[in-house]
T-cell receptor
Framework: NAGVTQTPKFRVLKTGQSMTLLCAQD?????MYWYRQDPGMGLRLIHY???????AKGEVPDGYNVSRLKKQNFLLGLESAAPSQTSVYFC????????????FGQGTRLTVV | AQKITQTQPGMFVQEKEAVTLDCTYD???????LFWYKQPSSGEMIFLIY??????QNATEGRYSLNFQKARKSANLVISASQLGDSAMYFC????????FGAGTRLTVKP
């Protein structure tokens, strides 16, 4: 039982390149979230999804796009990476009904040079 | 929009003593959930405790308890009998549909 898996774990991008981060969960959770965490700071919500086929903007959505075509996967895309997007990205999932905790992936460390 | 405030950037506590980490929130929703997470220097997010807005009893999990005061919109974390391994960043979060985090408190446990 893997829980929440983020792919990749590390990545270095050049300015202007694009990439997609994958969050995969095997717990059948409806809610999924993408965050970024800059050094010494808290987690800021980028986008989230309340179910398959739905997405919504969070606190810092600019420069990112997301898709939730399958319930188990939530993809975060950077179309044209900028150095300001250097950060650690976390994915989290929550069950709709039986909320006991939010389950986190291990994080993706992204560096844009 | 929901707002979570943690007013203590850093806290120190002596080993074996209790410590309270403050968290206040702002929402107009009646149904929401409150979480506390620990983030050690290794970076992973470790779940500590959860409180639902309709839960009448304060949540407890081992040495962790959540002092939930709904009218004051506060959800403070109490850690009893602090251990050296409790040194970490602590984050409060609130969830309705979206889920937002406070800026965190860095707790240092002194031997």
């Amino acid at each position: 039982n893997a829980g929440v898996t983020q792919t990749p774990k590390f990545r270095v991008l050049k300015t202007g390149q694009s990439m997609t981060l994958l969050c995969a969960q095997d717990m059948n959770h409806e809610y999924m979230y993408w965050y970024r965490q800059d050094p010494g700071m808290g987690l800021r919500l980028i986008h989230y999804s309340v179910g398959e086929g739905t997405t919504a903007k969070g606190e810092v959505p600019d420069g990112y796009n997301v898709s939730r075509l399958k319930k188990q996967n939530f993809l975060l895309g950077l179309e044209s990476a900028a150095p300001s997007q250097t950060s650690v990205y976390f994915c989290a999932t929550v069950h709709r009904g039986r909320v006991t905790e939010a389950f986190f992936g291990q994080g993706t460390r992204l560096t844009v040079v | 929009a929901q707002k979570i405030t943690q007013t203590q950037p850093g806290m120190f506590v002596q080993e074996k003593e209790a410590v309270t980490l403050d968290c206040t929130y702002d929402t107009s929703d009646q149904s929401y959930g409150l979480f506390w997470y620990k983030q050690p220097s290794s970076g992973e997010m470790i779940f500590l405790i959860y409180q639902g807005s309709y839960d009448e009893q304060n949540a407890t999990e081992g040495r962790y308890s959540l002092n939930f005061q709904k009218a004051r919109k506060s959800a403070n974390l109490v850690i009893s009998a602090s251990q050296l391994g409790d040194s970490a960043m602590y984050f409060c979060a609130m969830r309705n549909n979206d889920m937002r985090f406070g800026a965190g408190t860095r707790l240092t446990v002194k031997p």
